[in-house]
């Protein structure tokens, strides 16, 4: 760097040039530091194996905490007892997965051997279905809306964004002083002469909520998903559309709707797979309840897991496995969508 | 088909006015070209007939009936875009059959206009391609062909050709032409090309700052430029704009401003010269030659002076080049930048 400056005999100066030298100065010491290194582990197993070296530290951390862990529950899937490590769990081959799949009939839980299983996977059925309906619908409303030049349309934006930036559990407390016997609403509608109701002693209040809470927390990013698929169709296709006399609805239904599809093919794929496996949320605020009618597939594994007084790691490892090659199939359906979509 | 009329058409946005009070007749089946530099507005008032823009003040009238305010739905014009805007998931057919489906057409008849405009545009082979499928020079002809299905009062094209490559816009400029002789509809035509203005028009508006400078034939505007923005925008390379000192005071009279086309400034003897330039730069074009020179007029600059020669030239870079301006084609600008008339052109004007 100063070498440079000198030959251009035009030294920088104020505190942009003295912090660009700084920072410049700091790099260069880090690569001073770091080439002796490189350099013998290059000349060790040769340049065309040196992207392997820099992928090693993230593969380290994937194989650690993701695809060790997969591995583990597939073990804890096919052995038995109460103990923690592999080594010491009898194997018991298919046994879990034939328990879990053991039913007189698929469509009633009560008929199967691991009822609970089953009325996780209609209570995330129900939900997947009316979630997907909701968030779908309100997230292009929203989107349609905020395409338009409304008045402070970026603040709008910003305000259906922002529970997207919260937890899960925030969200899910936030609701649930809202909705509890004496929560908000509840105070807002004993004030304007009504009656308390219980929405977390009701199941189907008790979805609704579960529903509306997750679409409120979510619809934000998806909303962003079609407002980019929105502003991604050229203004004058619509002109077009203005010029060859189509009416409003015509030009939504064959104009916006088909541009927007690929759009809205993702979002779909994507609000499934995230409908399957919902927790946080319902757990925090409903516990499941009332008795099983929210409880979802991930609660019953947690339950089983962790939470039952008999901790059996083999049922719910069996069930993430059921989940897992479920949610496989959905992101690989996404990513067919999404690599047809940019071709 | 239908003629159009504009009167003291304005269009504002917020403090700026982009089109400051503009008056125009267009007879029924004349071919108009709004030409004019960036930001003159001819764009603008394109889209404030199509309707797809409200003005600020003024009546347009489309065959006598008042439209200023009807939604471009309803005012039964067919604009041909920059950009084509085809719709992409259509194909060619149902691009064309569109329009006609939103006005309640037969299916018969609608498959019977699109195939005759398909024919006439030689599409035929491609109705069922998508747009993506298609080249430019296709492209474009599908969004002439979603036109003339329409049958429309007017068509109105948004410089339609600059997307195209030179020769495939030279090919297309004559199919417009043949296809105005074939429909006769009235067009209204935006361009910054004044090639394309020049052999398309039947008149030429020129736009500057968002007022018409001059209407006219294409040779109207060539031979008789209103003042000097006309002079200088009409005719490439441009009118040499020279101040009248520098040729001999008989020729000059009451001007401020003397004008004179390339093709109109010869190489003579020196005896006969007006000016003697320093040739700057030597264009060959084969069947011609540019010479762009300068004239020293005493100042740090010399005065630019181009020049056009019929077929090849022998000069180069620094030659010194007596020149004669044919008294005839002179055109005269008072110090307010207008035509001094009459003018030696007027005078020979067939018009």
Redesign the interface.
Same mark, same amino acid.
């Given at each position: 760097m100063t070498d440079t400056m000198r030959s251009h005999g035009e030294p920088a100066r104020g505190p942009s040039a003295a912090a660009a030298a700084v920072t410049t100065g700091g790099a260069n010491a880090l690569m001073r530091l770091t080439d002796p290194p490189m350099r013998a582990v290059q000349r060790l197993i040769g340049a065309a194996r040196m992207p392997y070296v820099f992928l090693l530290p993230n593969l380290v951390f994937f194989g650690l905490f993701v695809f060790l862990p997969i591995g583990i529950n597939i073990v804890f899937s096919v052995t038995g007892g109460t103990a923690l490590f592999p080594a010491e769990r009898p194997y018991v081959g298919a046994e879990h997965y034939a328990r879990l799949l053991d039913c007189g009939s698929y469509l009633e839980a009560a008929s199967c051997r691991e009822d609970l299983f089953w009325r996780g996977v209609g209570n995330t059925l129900t939900f997947t279905v009316f979630q997907m309906v909701a968030m779908v619908l309100f997230s292009l409303i929203t989107a349609l809306v905020l395409n338009r030049p409304i008045r402070g349309r970026g603040f709008f934006r910003a305000v259906y964004f922002f529970p997207v930036l919260l937890s899960p559990v925030v969200v899910a407390l936030i609701w649930k002083w809202i909705l509890q016997r004496d929560g908000l609403l509840n105070a807002v509608l004993t004030t304007a002469g009504g009656e308390k109701i219980l929405f977390f002693v009701d199941p189907g209040w008790a979805m609704f909520w579960s529903v509306f809470v997750s679409v409120w927390a979510h619809m934000g990013f998806y909303t962003l998903i079609l407002l980019a698929g929105l502003q991604a169709i #050229?203004r =004058?296709?619509y002109?077009?559309?203005?010029? =060859?006399?189509?009416?409003p609805w015509?030009v939504f239904h064959?104009?916006t709707l #088909?541009?927007l599809w690929p759009n809205l093919l993702v979002v779909l794929v994507l609000v499934l797979i995230r409908s399957v496996q919902v927790f946080d949320e319902v757990f925090v605020l409903t516990g499941g309840g009332p008795g099983t009618a929210t409880m979802m597939v991930v609660q019953y594994i947690y339950t089983t897991a962790f939470a039952n007084q008999v901790q059996n790691f083999g049922l719910a490892g069996a069930a993430s496995v059921l989940l897992g090659v479920v949610l496989f199939v959905l992101t690989l359906i996404q990513l067919f969508l999404t690599r047809r979509r940019a071709s | 088909m239908a003629g159009l009329e504009l009167r003291g058409i304005r269009k504002d946005y917020g403090s700026t006015a982009v089109l400051k009070g503009i008056d125009l007749s267009i007879a029924d089946g004349e071919f108009v070209v709004f030409v004019g530099p960036s930001g003159c507005g001819k764009s603008t008032l394109l889209r404030v007939i199509?309707? *797809?823009e409200t003005v600020t003040a003024g009546d347009i009238r489309i065959d006598g009936a008042e439209v200023t305010q009807t939604?471009? /739905? =309803?005012r039964g *014009?067919?604009?041909v875009?920059? /950009?084509y805007?085809?719709?992409?998931?259509m194909t060619v057919h149902q691009n064309m059959s569109?329009?006609l489906e939103?006005?309640g057409i037969a299916k018969a008849e609608i498959s019977s206009r699109v195939e005759r405009a398909a024919r006439m545009l030689r599409l035929t082979d491609y109705l069922q391609r998508r747009p993506a499928a298609l080249s430019g020079g296709q492209r474009q002809r599908v969004a002439i062909g979603?036109a003339i299905v329409?049958d429309p009062k007017i068509f109105l094209f948004d410089e339609p050709l600059s997307n195209l490559d030179a020769e495939l816009r030279v090919a297309t400029r004559k199919e417009l032409a043949a296809l105005h002789a074939e429909i006769g509809g009235t067009m209204i035509y935006v361009t910054h090309d004044q090639v394309e203005a020049m052999t398309l028009a039947d008149r030429i508006v020129v736009l500057n700052g968002g007022r018409i400078e001059q209407i006219g034939s294409p040779l109207e505007l060539y031979n008789r430029p209103a003042n000097l923005f006309v002079a200088g925008f009409i005719g490439s390379p441009r009118m040499n704009l020279l101040p009248t000192e520098l040729v001999r005071e008989e020729t000059a009279g009451p001007a401020a401003t003397l004008g004179i086309r390339p093709e109109h400034v010869e190489p003579c003897a020196e005896v006969d010269a007006d000016l003697t330039v320093r040739v700057d730069l030597v264009e060959q074009l084969g069947g011609e030659t540019f010479l762009y020179t300068s004239a020293d007029t005493g100042g740090p600059n010399g005065l630019p002076l181009t020049i056009r020669c019929d077929g090849q030239s022998r000069l180069t870079r620094g030659d010194l080049l007596p020149v004669r301006l044919r008294r005839d084609h002179l055109h005269r600008f008072d110090a307010t930048g207008l035509a001094c008339r009459p003018d030696p052109i007027l005078a020979r004007s067939p018009s």
């Amino acid at each position: 760097m100063t070498d440079t400056m000198r030959s251009h005999g035009e030294p920088a100066r104020g505190p942009s040039a003295a912090a660009a030298a700084v920072t410049t100065g700091g790099a260069n010491a880090l690569m001073r530091l770091t080439d002796p290194p490189m350099r013998a582990v290059q000349r060790l197993i040769g340049a065309a194996r040196m992207p392997y070296v820099f992928l090693l530290p993230n593969l380290v951390f994937f194989g650690l905490f993701v695809f060790l862990p997969i591995g583990i529950n597939i073990v804890f899937s096919v052995t038995g007892g109460t103990a923690l490590f592999p080594a010491e769990r009898p194997y018991v081959g298919a046994e879990h997965y034939a328990r879990l799949l053991d039913c007189g009939s698929y469509l009633e839980a009560a008929s199967c051997r691991e009822d609970l299983f089953w009325r996780g996977v209609g209570n995330t059925l129900t939900f997947t279905v009316f979630q997907m309906v909701a968030m779908v619908l309100f997230s292009l409303i929203t989107a349609l809306v905020l395409n338009r030049p409304i008045r402070g349309r970026g603040f709008f934006r910003a305000v259906y964004f922002f529970p997207v930036l919260l937890s899960p559990v925030v969200v899910a407390l936030i609701w649930k002083w809202i909705l509890q016997r004496d929560g908000l609403l509840n105070a807002v509608l004993t004030t304007a002469g009504g009656e308390k109701i219980l929405f977390f002693v009701d199941p189907g209040w008790a979805m609704f909520w579960s529903v509306f809470v997750s679409v409120w927390a979510h619809m934000g990013f998806y909303t962003l998903i079609l407002l980019a698929g929105l502003q991604a169709i #050229p203004r =004058d296709v619509y002109e077009a559309a203005e010029m =060859d006399g189509t009416r409003p609805w015509r030009v939504f239904h064959r104009i916006t709707l #088909p541009l927007l599809w690929p759009n809205l093919l993702v979002v779909l794929v994507l609000v499934l797979i995230r409908s399957v496996q919902v927790f946080d949320e319902v757990f925090v605020l409903t516990g499941g309840g009332p008795g099983t009618a929210t409880m979802m597939v991930v609660q019953y594994i947690y339950t089983t897991a962790f939470a039952n007084q008999v901790q059996n790691f083999g049922l719910a490892g069996a069930a993430s496995v059921l989940l897992g090659v479920v949610l496989f199939v959905l992101t690989l359906i996404q990513l067919f969508l999404t690599r047809r979509r940019a071709s | 088909m239908a003629g159009l009329e504009l009167r003291g058409i304005r269009k504002d946005y917020g403090s700026t006015a982009v089109l400051k009070g503009i008056d125009l007749s267009i007879a029924d089946g004349e071919f108009v070209v709004f030409v004019g530099p960036s930001g003159c507005g001819k764009s603008t008032l394109l889209r404030v007939i199509a309707g *797809l823009e409200t003005v600020t003040a003024g009546d347009i009238r489309i065959d006598g009936a008042e439209v200023t305010q009807t939604a471009a /739905s =309803d005012r039964g *014009l067919a604009m041909v875009f920059q /950009s084509y805007a085809l719709y992409p998931h259509m194909t060619v057919h149902q691009n064309m059959s569109f329009a006609l489906e939103n006005m309640g057409i037969a299916k018969a008849e609608i498959s019977s206009r699109v195939e005759r405009a398909a024919r006439m545009l030689r599409l035929t082979d491609y109705l069922q391609r998508r747009p993506a499928a298609l080249s430019g020079g296709q492209r474009q002809r599908v969004a002439i062909g979603r036109a003339i299905v329409r049958d429309p009062k007017i068509f109105l094209f948004d410089e339609p050709l600059s997307n195209l490559d030179a020769e495939l816009r030279v090919a297309t400029r004559k199919e417009l032409a043949a296809l105005h002789a074939e429909i006769g509809g009235t067009m209204i035509y935006v361009t910054h090309d004044q090639v394309e203005a020049m052999t398309l028009a039947d008149r030429i508006v020129v736009l500057n700052g968002g007022r018409i400078e001059q209407i006219g034939s294409p040779l109207e505007l060539y031979n008789r430029p209103a003042n000097l923005f006309v002079a200088g925008f009409i005719g490439s390379p441009r009118m040499n704009l020279l101040p009248t000192e520098l040729v001999r005071e008989e020729t000059a009279g009451p001007a401020a401003t003397l004008g004179i086309r390339p093709e109109h400034v010869e190489p003579c003897a020196e005896v006969d010269a007006d000016l003697t330039v320093r040739v700057d730069l030597v264009e060959q074009l084969g069947g011609e030659t540019f010479l762009y020179t300068s004239a020293d007029t005493g100042g740090p600059n010399g005065l630019p002076l181009t020049i056009r020669c019929d077929g090849q030239s022998r000069l180069t870079r620094g030659d010194l080049l007596p020149v004669r301006l044919r008294r005839d084609h002179l055109h005269r600008f008072d110090a307010t930048g207008l035509a001094c008339r009459p003018d030696p052109i007027l005078a020979r004007s067939p018009s």
